[in-house]
């Protein structure tokens, strides 16, 4: 009912038109305030804005850039839209369960919902600048990501139950892909992302999985602890690193000679029962072989970066190491069938030695193998031993004394070849030979400057004899000892 007969005029007329403008701008003030009802997000927001007291306007949320809003017990994010210009947003350690996010939220580039009991996540179109986003640690079975999600560079959804994620197929800027520890049965990665370096996608129950072919900058794939049998790998990921297939199902499993960068080479607790390696495959410095049905292998030459060789448990029967293996530390052979072992001469770094539980024999240990200070070989019905002096007078020296008291023959050799106990019998030249195990040429010469072959030797325990049965035709000769090409 009207306060004032609007027939009057003069000035009550003026003093009514007075009253209207002023009830106009009190109501446009009280349309400026921002309601926030959840009591977490009104404290984390008035901490952010250093007013503790008042109401909140829009103005006030306009100059709300970053925002942390974690641990807070937050249960709703009503009246946060009007934050237009938030950038950073953690929403960690709360208590919401779904989120419909915000639309205002446009310049939103970080967002954090880790540790919330969230069933439900809607992000709709308009988080067009979020270049990262965190969901770890959630109940949440299923995610989509919006269509026009393009700055997206960083996606983790960490150990949240998911059943179902939808990557779309314009993420040409994402870098860093965390899935892990999900419950994902497939997962389609769709052509368009070649800015991606890390996939992390361990401990779901993947079965399957294609890499496209545009994904060239991919340079780590971790898929270990999964179900898969089967995995493309293109030949186009030629940036690829790291690739962890533990504890997968594969039988078999193809690796282009493209990837020539590949570093590290999990395929542990497998069923593979043959594996090719490239010998373009020269950056190699771990693989990991152990626990698969493996009954023979070839190394390519040439892997001179490897340090780490696992084998262990596997069906090998026999195993002979290519040369230029120059910085090999471990070596794990435990658990197999081995009955013949060939190890290179140039293994000079390495350190350790897992033969345990085969059925070796006899085992030598070549010259170069001069910093082996760990050599296990319980479980192997041995008799025979053959390494060189230093390494037995020193490093090796308890496992020595050892293999000789269960009745074990330990055979010894110098580093350097030698010449001893020469003697001299009617028509021929008798003398001992005394060095690393291999083949030897013997050669003759009258003159010290030209030699000629006097015969082959085997010597295989570090020390052999040999005589010259042809030493009577000759009025003086004198020997040289090389080992053979």
């Not at 120059?326 to 293994?347: I, M």
Request: aromatic share 6%; net charge negative.
């Amino acid at each position: 009912m009207p306060l004032i007969n609007v027939r009057f005029v003069g000035g009550i007329r003026l003093l009514i038109v007075a009253m209207l403008m002023a009830t106009g701008f009190m109501t446009c003030a009280r349309a400026q305030e921002v309601s926030i009802p959840d009591p977490g997000l009104n404290t984390a927001v008035r901490e952010a804005l250093q007013k503790p007291i008042g109401p909140l306007s829009a103005q006030d949320l306009l100059g709300l850039t970053n925002l942390d809003a974690s641990g807070r017990d937050i249960r709703n994010l009503e009246g946060l839209g009007a934050a237009s210009r938030l950038s950073f947003l953690d929403l960690a350690s709360n208590q919401l369960a779904s989120v419909l996010f915000p639309s205002g939220l446009t310049n939103l580039g970080f967002l954090d919902l880790s540790f919330n009991p969230l069933t439900n996540c809607i992000l709709s179109n308009g988080l067009a600048k979020l270049a990262s986003l965190v969901i770890e640690s959630t109940p949440l079975a299923s995610l989509t990501l919006p269509a026009d999600m393009k700055a997206l560079t960083t996606l983790d959804v960490f150990g949240s139950q998911l059943s179902h994620l939808s990557l779309p197929a314009n993420l040409s800027n994402l870098d860093f892909l965390e899935a892990s520890a999900n419950q994902l049965t497939n997962l389609t990665l769709p052509a368009g992302l070649t800015a991606l370096t890390v996939i992390d996608l361990f401990g779901n129950q993947l079965k399957s999985l294609t890499v496209p072919a545009d994904m060239t900058n991919l340079v780590s794939l971790s898929l270990f602890f999964n179900q898969l049998t089967n995995l493309t790998l293109p030949a186009t990921l030629r940036a690829l690193s790291v690739l962890d297939l533990e504890g997968n199902r594969f039988a078999s499993l193809s690796l282009s000679s493209n990837l020539t960068r590949l570093s590290f080479v999990n395929l542990r607790d497998n069923q593979l029962t043959s594996l090719a390696l490239s010998a373009t495959m020269t950056n190699l410095t771990f693989i990991d072989l152990a626990d698969n049905q493996l009954a023979n292998l070839t190394l390519p030459a040439g892997l001179a970066r490897l340090n780490f060789l696992r084998l262990t448990a596997n069906k090998l029967t026999s195993l002979a190491l290519p040369s230029g293996l120059t910085n090999l530390v471990s070596l794990f052979l435990a658990g197999n069938q081995l009955t013949n072992l060939t190890l290179p001469s140039d293994l000079f770094h390495l350190v350790q030695i897992d033969l345990g539980g085969n059925e070796l024999t006899h085992l030598t240990l070549p010259a170069g193998v001069t910093n082996l200070s760990v050599l296990v070989l319980d479980g192997n019905p041995l008799t025979t031993l053959v390494l060189s002096e230093p390494l037995a007078a020193t490093k090796l020296a308890g496992l020595v004394a050892s293999l000789r008291n269960q009745g074990v023959s330990v055979f010894t050799y110098p580093l350097a070849i030698q010449i001893v106990r020469p003697q001299s019998f009617i028509g021929a030249f008798h003398f001992g030979i005394t060095g690393p195990p291999g083949v030897y040429t013997i050669l003759g010469s009258t003159d010290l400057a030209t030699w000629t072959e006097v015969g082959i030797a085997n010597n295989s325990l570090g020390s052999i004899s040999f005589t010259d049965v042809t030493a009577h035709l000759f009025p003086r000769r004198f020997y040289f000892v090389r080992s053979a090409p």
